[in-house]
């Protein structure tokens, strides 16, 4: 069965530091999302993308973090100068159409900043 | 503003019933869907409702009351497995971004 896939699953990085988080979209999939979890936390909407471009974001995808698409099959998202508060679980997301059709999941990447 | 209400614990025996009610308040509702999170896992989704009744899945079951902002999960046949974080979320905006709740953590007990 077809699933999202996030790398790494463990990321420890120093505060100040660029971070760049990688997910492999199922393959027939074209809409993608970013969530993140803090600890103990709701699952929060970070930014949707489609047809290679931002289609939404949230208040919390500042001028630190961005997306990319650089190949047909990588989605990533990077933050450029991690805070102690960007630490949380991060989940990608696809679906096949940006209707109301079941986003699948990612493993999740736990980011650790120091 | 945009937002969901849940129980945040319920404690159940194996074989029982629950019901995880859950209420929201947005101004654009597309429907309500259902997620399951084991501890550190990824979100499953369990089940959408766009419309007001019952949709059954296996021993799963969501319903949905438009009117009345509500929906609830209903597990039945409860089983160890089912010990997770359930959480209530609506689509919104154009491009179909999740609000979530704050998720509910469910504890099956033998």
């Known amino acids: 069965e077809p699933e999202v896939t996030q790398t790494p699953s463990h990321q420890v990085t120093q505060m100040g530091q660029e971070v760049i988080l990688r997910c492999v979209p199922i393959s027939n999939h074209l809409y993608f999302y970013w969530y993140r979890q803090i600890l103990g936390q709701k699952v929060e909407f970070l930014v949707s993308?489609?047809?290679?471009?931002?289609?939404?974001k949230s208040e919390i995808f500042d001028d630190q973090f961005s997306v990319e698409r650089p190949d047909g099959s990588n989605f990533t998202l990077k933050i450029r100068s991690t805070k102690l508060e960007d630490s949380a679980m991060y989940f990608c997301a696809s679906s096949v159409a940006g209707g109301f059709n079941e986003q699948f999941f990612g493993p999740g990447t736990r980011l650790t900043v120091l | 503003g945009q937002s969901l209400e849940q129980p945040s614990e319920v404690t159940a025996v194996e074989g029982a019933i629950v019901q995880i009610n859950c209420t929201y308040q947005t101004s654009g509702f597309y429907g309500l869907s259902w997620y399951q999170q084991h501890d550190g896992g990824a979100p499953t989704f369990l089940s959408y409702?766009?419309l007001d009744g019952l949709e059954e899945t296996g021993r799963f079951s969501s319903f949905l009351s438009r009117s009345d902002s509500y929906g609830y999960l209903l597990l039945q046949e409860l089983q160890m497995k089912d010990s997770a974080s359930y959480f209530c979320?609506?689509?919104?905006?154009?491009?179909?971004?999740?609000?979530w709740g704050l998720g509910t953590s469910l504890a099956v007990n033998p």
């Open positions: 409702n766009a």
């Open positions: 993308f489609y047809n290679n471009e931002i289609s939404e």
């Open positions: 979320a609506f689509y919104a905006g154009n491009n179909r971004k999740l609000i």
